[in-house]
């Protein structure tokens, strides 16, 4: 990366306009650099990057370049046994195409890549370690570079040091004098050769550690591998499709280790890792655990044992952040979906998955006894009993129940909707759980703003669930039928020109991503396709060129929803409330620590809080007046901070912008 920085340039000697002399210098360079690049047809494009923020994505694109490269598909990967060789940089062109000639003979390639300027081109044969032909050509391969960086005056160690992948072949590297003090030193702190026998250095006669090799008694970069000839992996008979990721083992075994999920400043993956800071609690750590599982290192028992569920798959709040976060793609909430399913096959579900599993009933139930339903969980003793019986988290408030629904709202409204003949488009409204018996101000909000639009809206009260809370909870069964049954009820109108609207972002996503594991047909797809959050959809619909908008003045503190990150799908809200007139900042930030039923969880509430709590002081540091989220989860978490009442839903800020308009909810 090239980068101009003028507080680095000095004018002196350069006359008056010294540094623009050489920032035009520079630029000229540049151009020069592009054109012969591209002209030699081996760049086509060259990226300068002058800003804090352009150089920070290009750093950011160098440090996803080796996960990415992990994520090629199938079992030859790029590994780095050889990779940060260096030779003096005059002579780095000449080595690079003998190493290409070792790569033929091999017969295989390698992926290239970071800062040849300094002699150092990381350099990685695609090799499949799985194999025993891989594993031989792996040591034959830095049998022949060795020598070729010999030939070339370099190192082999250019970056990251020495190993048990170089280290048998380190007498040679360094030669007899320096080999020796190496043993000496080693002998002189560790007398006994007990600590990291083999690893760095190894001793020239009978009891060394390590196999024979070619080159003397000593460690062998054969041996201690990851994957080798005896690795086996179980494929699971799964309920999920894994298709698409090359199936359940190749999904798992994606993960290289990183670490990108223990990353805590930025983006989504993984919540509880920054609470915790503990290990297992990585997308990496859940990964190994499974890997483990199904390659026979762990027992398969372990697997379904409830420390398994409750330690490692348990702490996983589905926030699908690892989806889009981790370079390689491992997606732990799918894996977790399927594997509390497989559980649940063996060993049944406890009462609170089935109460969370199937909370559209009874949130039905609530509501047709509301407000005594309401009222009971105010009781004396109740909360302790829900905390006995189920699990709930007794410091958590309750959802409360409305005796009118959002749909009956729907239905029982005076004035006439946008007829469907002069309307913009046609739109399914769907009502779900927690809008249509709990809160449905952001559902009415939903109408008024798609009506003000133009848009003739219908909200159906013969829709099932949409299969979220069941999918979460590892209930793919009753998911697949939810999920089925709001396929076959909505294709056809997809059909004839539908959308399919959403106010809960999870539901929304559910349809866009998780039906298509559970339904492989082109009803799904379409239906799919067809499906936006509310804010999504009104910014695919700028619907602001019909409106007349005059927003506050005051700064909207934005919250995204995890599931919407994940599918690149959350800038829609920032977008449009900022085409409404108002002042937007927006949070990088993760989950909420709700998601679900997790924080309704008595054993999980104070991780919850603490995932929380990062989220309460992005907050508090933002510029904004009034905290927006569009997830009804990360409303709940933030309306119950003492002294705060629950945030708006992104659309009820939009309809306020909205010019004579008035709700009454």
Known sequence: ????????????GAGENGADDQRAAFESAVEDMTRRLVDAGDAFEVIE?????????????????IPLLMSLEGDPKPYPFIEDASVPPEELAEYVGKFQDVLAAHDTTAAYFAHAGSGTLHIRPILDLKDRDGV???HSITDDVTDLVIEHDGAFSGEHGDGKARTEFSPEMYGEQLWEAFKELKTAF????????????????????????????????????????????????????????????????LCNGCGTCRQTDSEVMCPTYRASKAEIQTTRGRANMLRAAISGELPEEKLYSDRFQEEVLDLCVGCKGCKSDCPTGVDMAKLKAEMKHQYHQKKGASRRAKLFGNIDRYAALGSRFAPLSNWMTDLPGARTVLEKLFG?????????????TFVEWFEEREHMA????????????????????????????????????????????????????????????????????????????????????????????????????????????????????????????????????????EVLTYHGHCNQKATNRDHHAVAVLRRAGYEVDPLDSGCCGMAGSFGYEAEHYDLSQAIGSILFGQVEESRGDVVTAPGVSCRTQLGDRPGEAKPPHPVEKFVEALDGVSLGH
């Open 1 to 12: 990366m090239l980068e101009w920085d003028d507080e680095l340039v000095s004018p002196t």
């Open 49 to 65: 990057a002058y800003t804090d923020e352009s150089q920070e994505r290009l750093w950011k694109l160098r440090k996803a370049a």
């Open 136 to 138: 031989e050509a792996l």
């Open 190 to 253: 560790d007398p006994e050769w007990l600590m990291h026998p083999g690893n760095v250095v190894y001793r020239d006669g009978p009891g060394d550690p390590g196999p024979d090799s070619e080159r003397g008694v000593g460690a062998d970069n054969r041996e201690h591998l990851r994957y080798g000839p005896s690795y086996q992996s179980l494929e699971p008979q799964t309920a999920l499709d894994f298709d698409d990721e090359g199936g359940f083992s190749h999904l798992v075994e």
């Open 392 to 404: 709930i988290a007794p410091e958590r408030e309750l959802p409360t129940f409305r005796k009118q």
């Open 418 to 553: 946008v007829p469907e003949p002069q309307s913009e488009a046609k739109v399914i409204l769907f009502p779900d759980t927690f809008t249509n018996y709990s809160d449905p101000g952001p559902g009415k909000a939903a109408v008024e703003a798609l009506e003000a639009a133009g848009m003739h809206v219908r909200v159906p009260g013969d829709l099932e669930p949409s299969g979220r809370a069941a999918y979460s909870l590892g209930f793919l069964d009753l998911a697949r039928e939810q999920a089925r049954a709001n396929v076959d009820a909505l294709a056809g109108l997809v059909e004839e020109g539908w959308s399919v609207v959403f106010v809960e972002p999870s539901d929304a996503v559910m349809f866009q991503d998780e039906y298509l594991d559970l339904l492989d047909d082109d009803d799904a797809r379409a239906v799919a396709r067809a499906s936006y959050g509310v804010m999504e959809f009104l910014d695919a619909a700028r619907v602001e060129k019909n409106l007349s908008l005059s927003a506050s003045d």
